[in-house]
């Protein structure tokens, strides 16, 4: 039984000694200075018709893009704790890649005012006097409904009066100072201190989430199952894994824990990998999917309410063009076409070790807006999920990290794995080689001594037969022939 069990045995023990996270594990320079190159891949809606929409019809929009940005990624102030649990921050950054996109940070793009809009909707059910003032202030300051800014702008921010009569008199309802940007908080910034568990003295807590900014768990949402903290942090998963297997990570972007689930076995450059995907109650509201009741107040299935996690603004998150949703969505804004290919996303796992191989995670960021009465900004706008971006998140590993990686973790093992049966056939070998040699020399021995003794009686005769050569014959005797 050892001889099956015990090499299984020593791999996995050596693969878990691989992808633990300590400063002597073959995965550890890889964790803290992911080798992937991460790409930021964003998508703008231009509405079409802003004047239309003002005046009630249906939202046109036409998709732009993609503007491709290189992320860059590392970890810092990293300190191990006495609970076999670290500690870090990991730092990111943008730089825009013209090559790789369709267009330059100089476009310009019509899109709703964010601010105005939201603003509007948190006024909806004050006292009409204070939305006749807002009202005044919007027109004092020029703000529209719709605004018509560059790509550069929209992403990392602008400069723009209501934000700063906002913090004047409303000092806390703004997270942000100077100016508002929808990615401006992501360029050069952490995601919050994660700290997980390392894997070194229980190896079946790897990867996971101990806190998160010193939190077990959130207070965004309206139940505790949905403000809990699951799974890693995005990054690695624990190794072994089997069909039955799910990723759960927590992100601090979406203010949630997610779960994707398996979908088929595949390879990347040569490597094995299981194929995850979101399933389709990830978006689903409280009444198509009970325990997502905690999200909550929703709209149609397919968007998730954002907004107690983003400063109250009325914003929702789902899959891009509103795939998998209610497609009551999609047809309510022209120009959106969901489809799986193009619209879903994915994670691609070496499930022995847990790290990612290839991976694209798309979503979309939308704005619910309607006419407001008593604020003459927005119109009669008729109530609407718009969309405002989508963008993707992808990586896949190359180059020299792949080769060392395939080399490493995948190579070297089944080498090993394969080397045992060589062994094992070769000690076999061995073994047969005195056994043979052994029934050959007995052999050897059987066949000259059932030989001697068949042959007695022939050299008998063949000795009397010389014995009377030599004897004389007596004279006048006739010799005959002696016969045998």
């Not at 649990?85 to 990991?90: H, K, R």
């Not at 789902?318 to 996303?345: I, K």
């Not at 927005?378 to 993707?392: H, M, N």
């Not at 010389?466 to 002696?482: D, F, H, I, N, R």
């Amino acid at each position: 039984m050892c001889k099956t069990r015990c090499p299984t045995i020593f791999r996995a023990f050596s693969r878990s000694q691989n992808v633990r996270i300590d400063p002597n594990s073959l995965s550890f320079n890889m964790w803290k200075e992911i080798p992937v190159p991460f790409y930021l891949s964003v998508y703008f809606f231009d509405v079409v018709n802003p004047d239309a929409v003002l005046l009630g019809q249906k939202p046109q929009v036409r998709e732009r893009g993609p503007y491709v940005y290189r992320e860059f990624r590392h970890k810092s102030n990293i300190t191990f704790n006495d609970n076999d649990t670290v500690s870090f921050l990991e730092y990111r950054s943008f730089q825009f890649q013209p090559d790789k996109s369709h267009g330059l940070e100089s476009d310009y793009i019509v899109m709703p005012n964010i601010l105005v809009l939201a603003a509007a909707m948190m006024m909806e059910d004050k006292p009409m006097s204070l939305k006749l003032i807002m009202t005044l202030a919007f027109s004092t300051l020029g703000e529209r409904a719709f605004m018509n800014r560059t790509i550069g702008e929209i992403m990392w921010g602008y400069e723009d009066p209501l934000i700063h009569l906002i913090n004047k008199y409303l000092p806390n309802m703004l997270p942000f100072k100077g100016k508002f940007g929808l990615f401006a908080e992501l360029n050069n910034s952490d995601s919050g201190i994660f700290t997980v568990f390392t894997g070194v003295k229980d190896f079946s807590r790897i990867h996971l989430v101990d806190k998160w900014n010193g939190l077990s768990k959130v207070n965004f949402w309206h139940s505790d199952q949905c403000n809990m903290i699951n799974g890693t942090s995005g990054q690695m998963w624990a190794p072994f894994m089997t069909p039955e297997t799910s990723l759960e990570f927590y992100s601090p972007e979406a203010c949630r824990s997610m779960k994707l689930i398996y979908k088929e076995s595949g390879t990347f450059q040569g490597i094995p990998t299981y194929r995850f995907v979101a399933p389709s109650t990830l978006f689903a509201n409280g009444s198509v999917y009970p325990p997502n009741e905690g999200f909550c107040p929703c709209l149609e299935s397919g968007i998730q309410n954002v907004s107690t996690c983003r400063f109250n603004a009325p914003l929702f998150l789902s899959h891009p063009h509103f795939y998998n949703a209610d497609p009551m969505l999609a047809e309510a804004v022209l120009g959106l076409h969901p489809n799986q290919e193009e619209h879903s996303l994915f994670l691609d796992i070496h499930p022995v070790t847990g790290i990612p191989m290839n991976c694209s995670v798309k979503l979309q960021l939308s704005l619910y807006i309607k006419a407001i009465k008593g604020i003459g900004q927005t119109g009669k706008i008729q109530p609407v999920v718009l969309p405002l971006v989508w963008f993707e998140e992808s990586g896949a590993m190359e180059g020299k990290p792949l080769k060392t990686f395939y080399t490493q973790l995948v190579l070297m093992p089944n080498v090993l794995h394969y080397a045992q049966y060589v062994l094992l056939a070769l000690g076999c070998i061995l073994l047969l080689i005195p056994i043979i040699h052994q029934l050959r020399s007995q052999e050897k021995c059987y066949l000259f001594w059932s030989s001697s003794k068949k042959g007695s009686k022939d050299k008998e005769a063949i000795q009397a037969y010389s014995e009377s050569l030599m004897t004389p014959a007596p004279k006048g005797t006739v010799l005959q022939e002696a016969r045998l």
